[in-house]
């Protein structure tokens, strides 16, 4: 079993964790490459975390295109739930 988690800043920063890389693309998406590829597709979750003063109620985050190399997490705030930058955690697990 294979296991890849951590902590990333809205920022697009790795502050905790193991297995991955992450480059934020633009506000609010990021990409993670696993640094050992799954052998087939992992189970993803991601939840927006609080590092400072940003949570909101409205805030949101959805786990996209996942695949056994990495995947994208795109975060939401605002009451027009629009991309903005947030802290999130992430946690994979497959084989």
């Given at each position: 079993?294979?296991?890849?988690?951590?902590?990333?800043?809205?920022?697009?920063?790795?502050?905790?964790?193991?297995?991955?890389?992450?480059?934020?693309?633009?506000?609010?998406?990021?990409?993670?490459?696993?640094?050992?590829?799954?052998k087939s597709v992992p189970g993803v979750a991601a939840t927006i975390v609080r590092l400072s003063?940003?949570?909101?109620?409205?805030?949101?985050?959805?786990?996209?295109?996942?695949?056994?190399?990495?995947?994208?997490?795109?975060?939401?705030?605002?009451?027009?739930?629009?991309?903005?930058?947030?802290?999130?955690?992430?946690?994979?697990?497959?084989?």
């Amino acid at each position: 079993m294979q296991q890849v988690y951590g902590i990333v800043s809205a920022a697009g920063d790795k502050q905790d964790g193991s297995g991955f890389t992450v480059k934020k693309n633009d506000t609010g998406i990021y990409q993670l490459t696993w640094n050992t590829s799954f052998k087939s597709v992992p189970g993803v979750a991601a939840t927006i975390v609080r590092l400072s003063n940003q949570w909101i109620p409205n805030d949101g985050i959805n786990v996209a295109n996942v695949t056994n190399e990495g995947c994208a997490v795109y975060t939401m705030g605002s009451p027009k739930n629009e991309y903005q930058d947030r802290d999130f955690s992430i946690i994979a697990i497959g084989e």
